[in-house]
């Protein structure tokens, strides 16, 4: 694994925006494999000002996204549709029809968990696979104990990522329990995987990352066994490791 250690945030999201530019303007229909979250968000913020002042091209470029909440509507302020919108798609020319994210309101949810696995086979996988880290170590929503072996799954999420993520939310109550995630097993299809982690909170997480064997209790651990990996992380995420 490649580390990459910045001052902090700003320079983290400019590295990130860095890799992300320098994939599409290698390879203008690269597949991005793309992350929710705070921690990409300064990442999203500098691509935006790419497309405005460096004339990045998104038109041929495709997204798939890494997951999204059971029961939210698409235009649920905080389902992973309405940010990928808000924070991203709707300020660069990506084609709306090359952008996908799992359907976390349908009736039939393994069946969308088939669709969208089939998805990533037909579009990706996913030149440049973009991740955050929870601070139990989950990457896309696979939490600890999640099986190597999965691929896109119903998953119930762990009561540290709903209280970590009920700051985006008006109450916990109001967290979703389950979500639809890219498994580990689609993820590592990935050609290549870019993992971003900020702040004090994430430094036991990365201190883990970068000592632990793969371990199914860690699920970021997984990351080792894929050869073309960067982490970026800044020197509050660091400062342990
Ligand atoms: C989001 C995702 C999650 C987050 C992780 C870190 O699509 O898959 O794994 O990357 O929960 O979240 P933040 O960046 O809010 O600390």
Do not use: W
């Not at 590592?188 to 793969?214: N, R, Y």
Request: hydrophobic share 30%; charged share 25%; proline share 5%.
């Amino acid at each position: 694994m490649k580390v990459i250690v910045t001052k902090d945030y700003n320079d983290l999201s400019k590295k990130a925006c860095e890799y992300i530019e320098s994939q599409v303007n290698r390879k203008p229909d690269s597949v991005l494999g793309l992350a929710t979250g705070g921690t990409p968000l300064g990442t999203y913020r500098e691509l935006i000002e790419g497309y405005r002042s460096r004339s990045v091209n998104y038109h041929q470029a495709y997204s798939l996204n890494l997951d999204e909440y059971v029961g939210l509507d698409k235009s649920h302020p905080q389902s992973y549709h309405f940010f990928m919108s808000n924070h991203l798609f709707d300020s660069i020319n990506i084609d709306p029809d090359h952008t996908f994210i799992p359907n976390g309101k349908t009736n039939d949810l393994v069946h969308e968990c088939e669709r969208y696995e089939r998805l990533i086979e037909e579009i990706g996988p996913p030149d440049l696979q973009l991740l955050g880290i929870g601070q139990n170590g989950h990457i896309g929503f696979n939490e600890p104990g999640t099986p190597f072996g999965r691929e896109t799954h119903l998953i119930d999420l762990a009561e540290s990522t709903r209280k970590a993520n009920a700051r985006f939310f008006p109450s916990i109550d109001d967290v979703p329990k389950q979500a639809i995630t890219m498994g580990i097993k689609s993820i590592l299809k990935s050609k290549k995987i870019v993992l971003l982690a900020s702040g004090e909170e994430k430094a036991e997480a990365i201190k883990c990352l970068l000592e632990d064997e793969p371990n199914e209790g860690f699920p970021a651990s997984a990351l080792k066994d894929h050869d073309d990996v960067t982490l970026i992380v800044d020197e509050q995420a660091y400062k342990d490791a």
